[in-house]
Protein backbone atom coordinates (compact mmCIF):
# COMPACT_ATOMS: atom_id res chain seq x y z
CA UNK A 1 0.00 0.00 0.00
CA UNK A 2 2.58 2.57 0.84
CA UNK A 3 4.72 2.11 -2.36
CA UNK A 4 1.80 2.15 -4.39
CA UNK A 5 1.24 5.71 -2.58
CA UNK A 6 4.95 6.71 -2.64
CA UNK A 7 4.72 6.03 -6.43
CA UNK A 8 1.96 8.26 -6.92
CA UNK A 9 2.69 11.00 -4.54
CA UNK A 10 6.12 11.20 -6.14
CA UNK A 11 4.09 12.05 -9.52
CA UNK A 12 2.46 14.58 -7.58
CA UNK A 13 -0.51 13.35 -6.56
CA UNK A 14 -1.80 15.39 -3.99
CA UNK A 15 -4.31 13.09 -2.18
CA UNK A 16 -1.83 10.14 -2.20
CA UNK A 17 0.73 12.37 -0.16
CA UNK A 18 -1.83 12.81 1.92
CA UNK A 19 -2.62 9.36 2.69
CA UNK A 20 0.92 8.86 3.68
CA UNK A 21 1.19 11.41 5.76
CA UNK A 22 -1.99 9.74 7.84
CA UNK A 23 -0.22 5.91 7.54
CA UNK A 24 3.15 7.59 8.92
CA UNK A 25 2.54 10.63 11.13
CA UNK A 26 1.44 8.97 14.08
CA UNK A 27 4.92 6.64 13.99
CA UNK A 28 7.00 10.06 13.13
CA UNK A 29 5.04 12.03 16.53
CA UNK A 30 5.99 9.11 18.44
CA UNK A 31 9.70 9.23 17.38
CA UNK A 32 10.03 13.06 17.15
CA UNK A 33 8.21 13.66 20.67
CA UNK A 34 10.58 11.16 22.39
CA UNK A 35 13.68 12.61 20.82
CA UNK A 36 12.95 15.90 21.71
CA UNK A 37 10.70 15.46 24.87
CA UNK A 38 8.23 18.72 23.71
CA UNK A 39 4.62 18.07 22.24
CA UNK A 40 4.67 21.41 20.35
CA UNK A 41 8.00 21.44 18.83
CA UNK A 42 7.65 17.47 17.52
CA UNK A 43 4.87 18.60 15.99
CA UNK A 44 6.43 21.19 14.81
CA UNK A 45 9.21 18.56 13.23
CA UNK A 46 6.86 16.03 11.94
CA UNK A 47 5.40 18.97 10.02
CA UNK A 48 8.66 20.24 8.90
CA UNK A 49 10.00 16.30 7.67
CA UNK A 50 6.74 16.32 5.78
CA UNK A 51 6.70 19.46 3.74
CA UNK A 52 10.42 18.31 3.11
CA UNK A 53 8.78 14.91 1.72
CA UNK A 54 6.31 16.26 -0.53
CA UNK A 55 8.72 18.85 -2.12
CA UNK A 56 11.98 16.27 -2.27
CA UNK A 57 9.88 12.92 -3.27
CA UNK A 58 10.50 13.16 -6.94
CA UNK A 59 14.31 13.62 -6.11
CA UNK A 60 13.79 9.88 -4.09
CA UNK A 61 15.75 7.40 -6.47
CA UNK A 62 14.46 4.57 -4.63
CA UNK A 63 11.00 4.45 -3.08
CA UNK A 64 11.38 1.21 -1.37
CA UNK A 65 13.91 3.26 0.40
CA UNK A 66 11.21 6.00 1.56
CA UNK A 67 11.12 5.00 5.07
CA UNK A 68 14.83 5.37 5.90
CA UNK A 69 14.68 8.44 4.02
CA UNK A 70 11.21 9.74 5.76
CA UNK A 71 13.23 8.36 9.12
CA UNK A 72 15.94 10.38 8.01
CA UNK A 73 14.49 13.80 7.43
CA UNK A 74 12.39 13.64 10.40
CA UNK A 75 15.38 13.22 12.65
CA UNK A 76 17.03 15.87 10.67
CA UNK A 77 13.99 18.25 11.52
CA UNK A 78 13.95 17.03 15.49
CA UNK A 79 17.97 17.90 15.17
CA UNK A 80 17.11 21.88 13.98
CA UNK A 81 14.14 22.11 16.48
CA UNK A 82 16.73 20.85 19.11
CA UNK A 83 19.46 23.74 17.63
CA UNK A 84 16.38 26.43 17.59
CA UNK A 85 15.15 26.03 21.02
CA UNK A 86 17.37 25.04 23.67
CA UNK A 87 15.90 25.75 26.57
CA UNK A 88 15.41 22.26 28.02
CA UNK A 89 13.00 22.84 31.30
CA UNK A 90 14.14 22.34 34.51
CA UNK A 91 12.42 19.92 36.14
CA UNK A 92 11.83 20.38 39.81
CA UNK A 93 10.63 17.80 41.92
CA UNK A 94 9.60 17.49 45.77
CA UNK A 95 11.68 14.30 47.42
CA UNK A 96 9.35 11.99 49.09
CA UNK A 97 10.00 10.59 52.67
CA UNK A 98 10.92 7.63 52.82
CA UNK A 99 8.99 5.48 55.27
CA UNK A 100 10.00 2.63 58.18
CA UNK A 101 9.32 0.40 55.60
CA UNK A 102 10.80 1.74 52.69
CA UNK A 103 9.91 4.05 49.67
CA UNK A 104 6.70 2.91 48.20
CA UNK A 105 6.34 1.21 45.18
CA UNK A 106 4.76 4.21 42.84
CA UNK A 107 7.29 6.45 43.83
CA UNK A 108 9.63 4.48 43.43
CA UNK A 109 8.59 4.40 39.65
CA UNK A 110 7.90 8.14 39.69
CA UNK A 111 11.74 8.77 40.84
CA UNK A 112 12.80 6.34 38.39
CA UNK A 113 11.26 7.96 35.10
CA UNK A 114 12.01 10.95 37.09
CA UNK A 115 16.14 9.80 36.87
CA UNK A 116 15.57 8.97 33.65
CA UNK A 117 13.42 11.76 32.01
CA UNK A 118 16.49 14.63 33.96
CA UNK A 119 19.61 12.02 32.26
CA UNK A 120 17.85 11.97 28.53
CA UNK A 121 17.89 15.55 28.67
CA UNK A 122 21.32 15.63 29.35
CA UNK A 123 22.06 13.87 26.45
CA UNK A 124 22.78 15.52 22.62
CA UNK A 125 19.85 15.43 19.95
CA UNK A 126 22.38 12.90 18.20
CA UNK A 127 22.42 10.71 21.25
CA UNK A 128 18.76 10.82 22.17
CA UNK A 129 17.92 9.79 18.32
CA UNK A 130 20.27 6.36 18.68
CA UNK A 131 18.49 5.62 21.77
CA UNK A 132 15.24 6.30 20.58
CA UNK A 133 15.60 4.56 16.72
CA UNK A 134 17.30 1.61 18.69
CA UNK A 135 15.03 0.55 21.67
CA UNK A 136 11.78 2.37 21.13
CA UNK A 137 11.87 1.79 16.83
CA UNK A 138 13.51 -1.06 17.57
CA UNK A 139 15.49 -0.65 14.34
CA UNK A 140 18.89 -2.24 13.76
CA UNK A 141 21.57 -1.12 13.59
CA UNK A 142 23.18 -0.35 10.11
CA UNK A 143 19.72 1.25 9.23
CA UNK A 144 20.47 3.98 12.24
CA UNK A 145 23.43 4.55 10.63
CA UNK A 146 21.92 5.27 7.25
CA UNK A 147 19.14 7.57 8.82
CA UNK A 148 21.37 9.72 11.29
CA UNK A 149 23.91 9.72 8.58
CA UNK A 150 27.06 8.07 10.72
CA UNK A 151 29.27 4.72 10.48
CA UNK A 152 27.90 1.90 12.46
CA UNK A 153 30.32 2.17 14.77
CA UNK A 154 29.47 5.48 15.16
CA UNK A 155 26.07 4.49 16.32
CA UNK A 156 27.44 1.40 18.49
CA UNK A 157 29.49 4.43 20.40
CA UNK A 158 26.56 6.55 20.53
CA UNK A 159 24.15 3.73 21.71
CA UNK A 160 26.64 2.60 24.33
CA UNK A 161 27.23 6.31 25.54
CA UNK A 162 23.61 6.98 25.92
CA UNK A 163 22.68 3.60 27.39
CA UNK A 164 25.61 3.63 29.69
CA UNK A 165 24.95 7.30 31.01
CA UNK A 166 20.91 6.60 31.04
CA UNK A 167 21.46 3.11 33.60
CA UNK A 168 24.12 5.38 35.55
CA UNK A 169 21.12 7.89 36.35
CA UNK A 170 18.76 5.29 37.26
CA UNK A 171 21.79 3.67 39.48
CA UNK A 172 22.49 7.03 41.26
CA UNK A 173 18.76 7.28 41.62
CA UNK A 174 18.79 4.38 43.23
CA UNK A 175 21.81 5.19 45.90
CA UNK A 176 20.83 5.74 49.25
CA UNK A 177 19.90 9.60 49.54
CA UNK A 178 23.41 11.72 49.20
CA UNK A 179 20.88 14.21 47.26
CA UNK A 180 19.11 16.30 49.98
CA UNK A 181 19.21 16.36 53.36
CA UNK A 182 15.64 17.64 54.77
CA UNK A 183 15.89 19.45 57.92
CA UNK A 184 13.77 17.38 60.42
CA UNK B 1 17.23 -0.98 49.19
CA UNK B 2 15.50 -0.86 45.77
CA UNK B 3 15.49 -3.56 43.31
CA UNK B 4 15.78 -2.22 39.78
CA UNK B 5 14.06 -4.51 36.80
CA UNK B 6 16.87 -4.45 34.19
CA UNK B 7 17.83 -1.10 33.19
CA UNK B 8 17.59 -1.76 28.93
CA UNK B 9 13.70 -2.28 30.17
CA UNK B 10 13.40 0.19 32.21
CA UNK B 11 14.64 3.02 29.31
CA UNK B 12 12.76 1.17 27.24
CA UNK B 13 9.27 1.13 29.08
CA UNK B 14 9.53 4.74 30.21
CA UNK B 15 10.01 5.30 26.26
CA UNK B 16 6.91 4.07 25.54
CA UNK B 17 5.19 6.81 27.63
CA UNK B 18 4.07 9.90 25.27
CA UNK B 19 1.71 10.60 23.19
CA UNK B 20 1.53 8.38 20.22
CA UNK B 21 -1.39 10.09 17.72
CA UNK B 22 -0.55 13.16 15.60
CA UNK B 23 -3.25 15.86 16.13
CA UNK B 24 -5.50 16.58 13.08
CA UNK B 25 -5.03 19.99 12.93
CA UNK B 26 -1.34 19.18 11.78
CA UNK B 27 -2.26 17.17 9.22
CA UNK B 28 -4.55 19.58 8.08
CA UNK B 29 -1.45 22.29 8.74
CA UNK B 30 0.80 20.12 6.49
CA UNK B 31 -2.19 18.99 3.99
CA UNK B 32 -3.41 22.93 3.58
CA UNK B 33 0.99 23.89 3.39
CA UNK B 34 1.88 21.18 0.74
CA UNK B 35 -1.14 22.04 -1.76
CA UNK B 36 0.67 25.54 -2.74
CA UNK B 37 4.16 24.04 -2.30
CA UNK B 38 5.35 22.78 -5.83
CA UNK B 39 7.61 19.86 -5.84
CA UNK B 40 11.22 19.40 -6.78
CA UNK B 41 11.90 17.81 -9.53
CA UNK B 42 15.27 15.54 -10.28
CA UNK B 43 16.75 17.48 -13.14
CA UNK B 44 17.57 20.42 -10.75
CA UNK B 45 20.35 21.05 -8.91
CA UNK B 46 21.09 20.70 -5.38
CA UNK B 47 18.40 17.67 -5.29
CA UNK B 48 18.95 17.80 -1.09
CA UNK B 49 19.23 21.30 -0.29
CA UNK B 50 16.02 22.14 0.66
CA UNK B 51 15.24 25.94 2.90
CA UNK B 52 12.08 25.29 3.60
CA UNK B 53 13.18 22.58 6.44
CA UNK B 54 12.93 26.24 8.83
CA UNK B 55 10.22 27.83 7.76
CA UNK B 56 6.87 26.49 7.98
CA UNK B 57 5.49 29.00 10.71
CA UNK B 58 6.08 31.52 8.26
CA UNK B 59 4.29 28.83 5.49
CA UNK B 60 1.75 28.88 7.50
CA UNK B 61 1.63 31.97 8.90
CA UNK B 62 2.16 33.94 4.92
CA UNK B 63 -0.85 31.49 4.15
CA UNK B 64 -2.87 32.60 6.97
CA UNK B 65 -2.16 35.92 6.03
CA UNK B 66 -3.37 36.03 2.65
CA UNK B 67 -6.41 34.26 3.15
CA UNK B 68 -6.96 36.74 5.98
CA UNK B 69 -6.30 39.56 3.70
CA UNK B 70 -8.36 38.36 0.81
CA UNK B 71 -11.42 37.53 2.97
CA UNK B 72 -11.38 40.49 4.19
CA UNK B 73 -10.74 42.41 1.20
CA UNK B 74 -14.11 40.78 -0.42
CA UNK B 75 -15.98 41.71 2.90
CA UNK B 76 -14.92 45.20 2.71
CA UNK B 77 -15.47 45.49 -0.93
CA UNK B 78 -18.95 43.59 -0.18
CA UNK B 79 -19.99 45.98 2.50
CA UNK B 80 -18.93 48.98 0.41
CA UNK B 81 -20.94 47.61 -2.49
CA UNK B 82 -24.09 46.95 -0.30
CA UNK B 83 -24.24 50.58 0.60
CA UNK B 84 -23.65 52.26 -2.49
CA UNK B 85 -24.50 55.96 -1.12
CA UNK B 86 -21.41 55.64 1.38
CA UNK B 87 -18.75 55.82 -0.55
CA UNK B 88 -18.77 59.24 -3.22
CA UNK B 89 -15.98 57.38 -4.98
CA UNK B 90 -17.26 53.70 -5.25
CA UNK B 91 -13.91 51.15 -5.29
CA UNK B 92 -14.22 48.85 -8.45
CA UNK B 93 -15.79 45.59 -7.61
CA UNK B 94 -13.25 42.53 -8.21
CA UNK B 95 -14.86 40.94 -10.85
CA UNK B 96 -14.08 43.68 -12.98
CA UNK B 97 -10.77 45.55 -12.14
CA UNK B 98 -8.45 44.16 -14.09
CA UNK B 99 -5.90 41.60 -12.32
CA UNK B 100 -2.41 41.75 -13.44
CA UNK B 101 -0.70 38.32 -14.08
CA UNK B 102 1.74 37.29 -11.98
CA UNK B 103 4.53 37.79 -14.26
CA UNK B 104 3.20 41.33 -14.51
CA UNK B 105 3.42 41.75 -10.65
CA UNK B 106 6.76 40.64 -10.42
CA UNK B 107 7.80 42.70 -13.75
CA UNK B 108 6.35 45.83 -11.97
CA UNK B 109 7.66 45.53 -8.26
CA UNK B 110 10.45 42.63 -8.08
CA UNK B 111 12.51 43.92 -10.57
CA UNK B 112 13.09 47.36 -8.90
CA UNK B 113 15.69 46.62 -6.17
CA UNK B 114 15.47 49.57 -4.79
CA UNK B 115 12.23 48.34 -3.18
CA UNK B 116 14.15 45.30 -1.70
CA UNK B 117 15.17 44.43 1.83
CA UNK B 118 19.03 44.34 2.78
CA UNK B 119 20.71 41.66 3.55
CA UNK B 120 24.20 41.05 5.14
CA UNK B 121 26.02 37.65 5.31
CA UNK B 122 27.40 36.96 8.65
CA UNK B 123 29.52 34.26 7.55
CA UNK B 124 30.14 34.86 4.03
CA UNK B 125 31.38 38.26 3.19
CA UNK B 126 29.16 39.66 0.82
CA UNK B 127 25.78 41.59 1.48
CA UNK B 128 22.71 41.52 -1.18
CA UNK B 129 18.91 42.81 -1.63
CA UNK B 130 16.10 40.26 -1.68
CA UNK B 131 12.46 41.21 -3.10
CA UNK B 132 9.87 42.05 -0.70
CA UNK B 133 8.07 38.64 -0.50
CA UNK B 134 11.02 36.87 -0.57
CA UNK B 135 12.17 35.58 2.90
CA UNK B 136 15.97 34.82 3.89
CA UNK B 137 17.39 31.58 6.07
CA UNK B 138 20.93 32.21 6.94
CA UNK B 139 24.01 29.52 6.64
CA UNK B 140 24.65 27.75 10.00
CA UNK B 141 27.68 26.03 8.88
CA UNK B 142 30.71 26.38 6.20
CA UNK B 143 30.36 25.74 2.63
CA UNK B 144 31.83 22.07 1.87
CA UNK B 145 33.07 21.01 -1.11
CA UNK B 146 32.03 18.33 -2.71
CA UNK B 147 28.85 18.83 -1.36
CA UNK B 148 27.14 16.57 1.35
CA UNK B 149 23.96 14.45 0.22
CA UNK B 150 22.36 16.85 3.04
CA UNK B 151 18.78 17.67 3.70
CA UNK B 152 19.81 20.55 4.99
CA UNK B 153 20.63 24.17 3.57
CA UNK B 154 22.68 25.14 6.34
CA UNK B 155 25.74 25.21 4.54
CA UNK B 156 24.77 28.29 2.37
CA UNK B 157 22.38 31.34 2.75
CA UNK B 158 19.12 31.14 1.30
CA UNK B 159 16.78 33.10 -0.24
CA UNK B 160 13.38 32.27 -1.74
CA UNK B 161 9.81 33.48 -2.18
CA UNK B 162 7.66 33.04 0.54
CA UNK B 163 5.23 30.22 0.82
CA UNK B 164 6.81 28.18 -2.15
CA UNK B 165 10.76 29.04 -2.00
CA UNK B 166 10.28 29.11 -5.97
CA UNK B 167 12.87 30.76 -6.98
CA UNK B 168 15.36 30.22 -4.44
CA UNK B 169 18.71 32.00 -4.55
CA UNK B 170 21.73 30.88 -2.63
CA UNK B 171 24.91 32.23 -1.80
CA UNK B 172 28.29 31.13 -0.28
CA UNK B 173 31.73 31.41 -0.42
CA UNK B 174 35.27 29.98 0.00
CA UNK B 175 38.77 30.99 -0.21
CA UNK B 176 40.51 29.87 -3.16
CA UNK B 177 42.96 27.31 -2.18
CA UNK B 178 47.00 28.15 -2.56
CA UNK B 179 48.32 27.85 -6.19
CA UNK B 180 44.79 26.89 -7.35
CA UNK B 181 43.57 29.15 -10.39
CA UNK B 182 40.03 30.59 -10.47
CA UNK B 183 39.17 28.89 -13.87
CA UNK B 184 40.91 25.59 -12.32
CA UNK B 185 38.79 25.97 -9.12
CA UNK B 186 35.46 26.66 -10.93
CA UNK B 187 36.36 23.65 -13.67
CA UNK B 188 37.07 21.14 -10.98
CA UNK B 189 33.94 22.44 -9.09
CA UNK B 190 31.08 21.78 -11.65
CA UNK B 191 32.66 18.34 -12.27
CA UNK B 192 31.88 17.79 -8.91
CA UNK B 193 28.49 18.12 -9.83
CA UNK B 194 28.08 15.90 -12.86
CA UNK B 195 26.09 13.55 -11.01
CA UNK B 196 24.18 11.40 -13.28
CA UNK B 197 21.60 10.69 -10.17
CA UNK B 198 20.88 14.59 -10.49
CA UNK B 199 21.30 15.73 -13.91
CA UNK B 200 20.15 13.93 -17.44
CA UNK B 201 23.31 14.76 -19.53
CA UNK B 202 22.35 17.74 -20.88
CA UNK B 203 21.99 19.38 -17.80
CA UNK B 204 25.53 18.52 -16.49
CA UNK B 205 27.14 22.04 -15.26
CA UNK B 206 30.62 20.84 -16.20
CA UNK B 207 29.16 20.71 -19.95
CA UNK B 208 26.68 24.10 -19.87
CA UNK B 209 28.07 27.09 -21.50
CA UNK B 210 29.46 30.40 -19.76
CA UNK B 211 29.35 33.70 -20.16
CA UNK B 212 30.70 36.52 -18.75
CA UNK B 213 28.84 37.80 -15.83
CA UNK B 214 29.85 41.32 -13.75
CA UNK B 215 28.78 41.05 -9.85
CA UNK B 216 30.16 44.28 -7.76
CA UNK B 217 32.56 45.24 -10.55
CA UNK B 218 34.40 41.92 -10.79
CA UNK B 219 33.90 40.06 -13.54
CA UNK B 220 32.83 36.54 -13.18
CA UNK B 221 31.24 33.42 -15.37
CA UNK B 222 27.27 32.87 -14.95
CA UNK B 223 26.55 29.12 -16.12
CA UNK B 224 22.97 28.78 -17.08
CA UNK B 225 21.66 25.10 -16.39
CA UNK B 226 17.91 23.29 -16.53
CA UNK B 227 15.61 25.27 -14.06
CA UNK B 228 18.80 26.77 -12.91
CA UNK B 229 21.29 29.21 -12.36
CA UNK B 230 25.13 29.61 -10.86
CA UNK B 231 27.51 32.56 -10.81
CA UNK B 232 30.81 32.97 -9.67
CA UNK B 233 33.18 35.22 -8.94
CA UNK B 234 36.38 35.56 -6.66
CA UNK B 235 37.48 38.74 -4.72
CA UNK B 236 40.67 38.48 -3.14
CA UNK B 237 40.80 35.14 -2.96
CA UNK B 238 37.39 34.22 -2.45
CA UNK B 239 35.30 32.45 -4.36
CA UNK B 240 31.81 33.06 -4.70
CA UNK B 241 28.93 31.46 -5.64
CA UNK B 242 25.40 32.86 -6.25
CA UNK B 243 22.95 30.05 -8.06
CA UNK B 244 19.31 30.12 -8.06
CA UNK B 245 16.28 27.65 -9.52
CA UNK B 246 13.24 27.10 -10.13
CA UNK B 247 10.87 24.43 -10.20
CA UNK B 248 8.81 25.54 -13.76
CA UNK B 249 11.63 23.75 -16.27
CA UNK B 250 13.53 20.63 -16.10
CA UNK B 251 15.17 20.91 -19.83
CA UNK B 252 18.13 23.05 -20.50
CA UNK B 253 17.37 27.05 -19.71
CA UNK B 254 15.64 29.41 -17.62
CA UNK B 255 12.72 31.19 -18.14
CA UNK B 256 13.37 34.68 -18.50
CA UNK B 257 11.62 36.24 -15.95
CA UNK B 258 13.62 33.90 -13.66
CA UNK B 259 16.64 34.72 -15.11
CA UNK B 260 15.69 38.78 -14.78
CA UNK B 261 15.11 38.59 -11.28
CA UNK B 262 18.04 36.62 -11.05
CA UNK B 263 20.00 39.34 -12.31
CA UNK B 264 18.67 42.32 -10.46
CA UNK B 265 19.55 40.14 -7.99
CA UNK B 266 23.14 39.99 -8.39
CA UNK B 267 23.29 43.68 -9.53
CA UNK B 268 22.32 44.24 -5.69
CA UNK B 269 25.52 42.32 -3.88
CA UNK B 270 28.55 43.88 -2.46
CA UNK B 271 31.45 41.54 -2.03
CA UNK B 272 33.57 42.00 1.28
CA UNK B 273 35.65 39.00 1.23
CA UNK B 274 37.71 40.67 4.53
CA UNK B 275 34.20 40.17 6.57
CA UNK B 276 34.11 36.33 5.53
CA UNK B 277 34.70 34.02 8.19
CA UNK B 278 37.16 31.45 8.12
CA UNK B 279 36.28 27.92 8.88
CA UNK B 280 37.83 26.11 12.16
CA UNK B 281 39.91 23.93 9.23
CA UNK B 282 40.09 24.54 5.40
CA UNK B 283 37.28 22.46 3.56
CA UNK B 284 38.71 20.40 0.83
CA UNK B 285 39.01 21.57 -2.85
CA UNK B 286 36.99 20.12 -5.82
CA UNK B 287 38.50 17.10 -6.60
Same mark, same amino acid.
Given at each position: ?????? $????????????? #????? +??????????????????????????? #??????? /???????? $?????? #????????? +??????????????? $???????????????? /????????? /???????????????????????? $????????????????????????????????? /?????? | ??? @?????????????????????????????????? %???????????????????????????????????????????? *?????? *????? =???? *?? =?? !?????? !???????????? @???????? !????????????????????????? %??????? @?????????? &???? %???????????? &?????????????? &??????? %??????????????????????????????????????? &????????????????? @????????????????????? =?? !???
Amino acid at each position: MRAGLV $ERAREGDHDAFTE #LVAVD +SDRCYAIAYRILRDVERAQDAVQQAFM #LVWRELP /RLRDPARY $EVWLHR #LLVNACYEE +SNRHRRWSVHIRALP $EDGPGGRDPEIVAVDE /RDAMERAFR /RLSPEHRAVIVLHHHVGLPLGTIG $EIVGVPVGTVKSRLHYATHSLRAALAADDAPDL /REVRPA | MRT @FRDPDDAIRAWLEEGPLVFPDQNERAIDVATQSM %SQRRPAMRLPWRFPIMTTLPKVVAVGMAVVAVTLGGAMLLGQRS *ASPGVD *ANPTP =SPTT *AP =SP !SPSARA !SASLLDPTTWAP @FTSERYGY !SAAYPPDFGTIPSTKFWVIPESDST %SSAEWDM @FGRNGTYDPT &WSAT %SIRLPDGVTEDA &WADAYRLTQDDPGR &WGAACYP %STAPLSPVTIDGRTGSLRVGCGDIEALVVADGHMYSFGG &WTTTTTTPGVPDEFRAL @FEAWLTTIKLDPASALEPPAA =SP !SPR
